[in-house]
Nanobody, 119 residues
Framework: VQLQASGGGVARAGDSLRLSCVAS????????MGWFRHVPGKEREFIAA???????????SYSDSVKGRFTISRDNAKNTVDLQMNNLEPEDTAVYYC??????????WGQGTQVTVSS
Protein backbone atom coordinates (compact mmCIF):
# COMPACT_ATOMS: atom_id res chain seq x y z
CA VAL A 1 0.00 0.00 0.00
CA GLN A 2 1.34 3.40 -0.98
CA LEU A 3 0.38 6.31 1.24
CA GLN A 4 0.49 10.05 0.71
CA ALA A 5 -0.42 12.50 3.44
CA SER A 6 -1.28 16.13 2.78
CA GLY A 7 -2.96 19.15 4.31
CA GLY A 8 -0.35 20.27 6.77
CA GLY A 9 0.65 23.87 7.25
CA VAL A 10 1.15 26.65 9.72
CA ALA A 11 -1.58 27.46 12.23
CA ARG A 12 -2.06 29.40 15.41
CA ALA A 13 -3.12 27.91 18.70
CA GLY A 14 -6.86 27.32 18.63
CA ASP A 15 -7.02 26.98 14.86
CA SER A 16 -8.10 23.91 12.90
CA LEU A 17 -6.44 21.93 10.13
CA ARG A 18 -7.60 18.91 8.18
CA LEU A 19 -5.12 16.33 7.01
CA SER A 20 -5.86 13.81 4.30
CA CYS A 21 -4.16 10.57 3.34
CA VAL A 22 -4.78 8.71 0.11
CA ALA A 23 -3.93 5.03 -0.16
CA SER A 24 -3.28 3.06 -3.30
CA UNK A 25 -2.17 -0.42 -4.19
CA UNK A 26 -4.83 -2.65 -2.69
CA UNK A 27 -8.39 -2.78 -1.47
CA UNK A 28 -8.90 -0.08 1.15
CA UNK A 29 -12.20 -1.06 2.74
CA UNK A 30 -10.87 -3.61 5.21
CA UNK A 31 -7.63 -1.84 6.05
CA UNK A 32 -7.07 -0.57 9.55
CA MET A 33 -5.71 2.95 9.17
CA GLY A 34 -3.92 5.12 11.65
CA TRP A 35 -2.45 8.57 12.02
CA PHE A 36 0.87 9.12 13.75
CA ARG A 37 3.14 12.07 14.37
CA HIS A 38 6.84 12.53 14.85
CA VAL A 39 8.83 15.23 16.54
CA PRO A 40 12.59 15.06 15.92
CA GLY A 41 14.33 13.51 18.89
CA LYS A 42 11.19 11.78 20.10
CA GLU A 43 9.48 8.48 19.40
CA ARG A 44 6.82 8.41 16.72
CA GLU A 45 3.48 8.79 18.47
CA PHE A 46 0.17 7.09 17.69
CA ILE A 47 -2.65 9.62 17.30
CA ALA A 48 -5.78 7.98 15.96
CA ALA A 49 -7.02 4.82 14.29
CA UNK A 50 -9.94 3.68 12.18
CA UNK A 51 -10.36 -0.05 12.66
CA UNK A 52 -12.44 -2.31 10.45
CA UNK A 53 -14.63 -4.69 12.45
CA UNK A 54 -16.60 -6.17 9.57
CA UNK A 55 -19.11 -5.25 6.89
CA UNK A 56 -19.13 -1.43 6.76
CA UNK A 57 -18.51 -0.97 10.47
CA UNK A 58 -15.44 0.79 11.84
CA UNK A 59 -14.38 1.82 15.29
CA UNK A 60 -12.18 4.78 16.14
CA SER A 61 -9.60 5.25 18.84
CA TYR A 62 -7.43 8.16 19.94
CA SER A 63 -4.47 8.93 22.09
CA ASP A 64 -5.19 10.87 25.24
CA SER A 65 -3.21 13.80 23.90
CA VAL A 66 -5.71 14.44 21.08
CA LYS A 67 -8.95 12.90 22.32
CA GLY A 68 -11.78 15.38 22.05
CA ARG A 69 -9.86 17.61 19.64
CA PHE A 70 -9.01 15.37 16.69
CA THR A 71 -11.38 13.22 14.62
CA ILE A 72 -10.43 10.48 12.21
CA SER A 73 -12.72 9.64 9.31
CA ARG A 74 -12.49 7.67 6.10
CA ASP A 75 -14.02 7.61 2.65
CA ASN A 76 -13.68 4.15 1.18
CA ALA A 77 -14.89 5.30 -2.23
CA LYS A 78 -11.93 7.67 -2.43
CA ASN A 79 -9.44 5.49 -0.51
CA THR A 80 -8.82 8.32 1.90
CA VAL A 81 -8.53 8.68 5.64
CA ASP A 82 -8.70 12.18 7.09
CA LEU A 83 -7.73 13.72 10.38
CA GLN A 84 -9.70 16.78 11.46
CA MET A 85 -7.64 18.67 14.03
CA ASN A 86 -9.42 21.29 16.11
CA ASN A 87 -8.22 23.53 18.90
CA LEU A 88 -4.61 23.05 17.89
CA GLU A 89 -1.88 23.51 20.46
CA PRO A 90 1.83 24.29 19.98
CA GLU A 91 2.51 20.76 21.27
CA ASP A 92 0.78 19.42 18.15
CA THR A 93 3.68 20.64 16.02
CA ALA A 94 5.09 17.58 14.26
CA VAL A 95 5.30 15.72 10.99
CA TYR A 96 2.10 13.73 10.59
CA TYR A 97 1.91 10.37 8.86
CA CYS A 98 -0.80 7.90 8.04
CA UNK A 99 -0.14 4.20 7.96
CA UNK A 100 -1.79 0.85 7.68
CA UNK A 101 -2.10 -1.11 10.90
CA UNK A 102 -1.85 -4.87 10.65
CA UNK A 103 -2.07 -7.48 13.37
CA UNK A 104 1.69 -7.98 13.18
CA UNK A 105 2.74 -4.37 12.82
CA UNK A 106 2.63 -1.31 10.61
CA UNK A 107 3.04 -0.94 6.89
CA UNK A 108 5.71 1.04 5.10
CA TRP A 109 5.85 4.71 5.97
CA GLY A 110 4.93 7.15 3.28
CA GLN A 111 5.61 10.82 3.05
CA GLY A 112 4.34 12.83 5.97
CA THR A 113 3.01 16.36 6.18
CA GLN A 114 4.36 19.06 8.47
CA VAL A 115 2.07 20.79 10.94
CA THR A 116 3.41 23.82 12.79
CA VAL A 117 1.36 25.51 15.50
CA SER A 118 2.41 28.81 16.99
CA SER A 119 1.24 30.15 20.31
Amino acid sequence: VQLQASGGGVARAGDSLRLSCVASGRSFKNLNMGWFRHVPGKEREFIAASTWVGSNIYTTSYSDSVKGRFTISRDNAKNTVDLQMNNLEPEDTAVYYCNTMYSDGLGAWGQGTQVTVSS
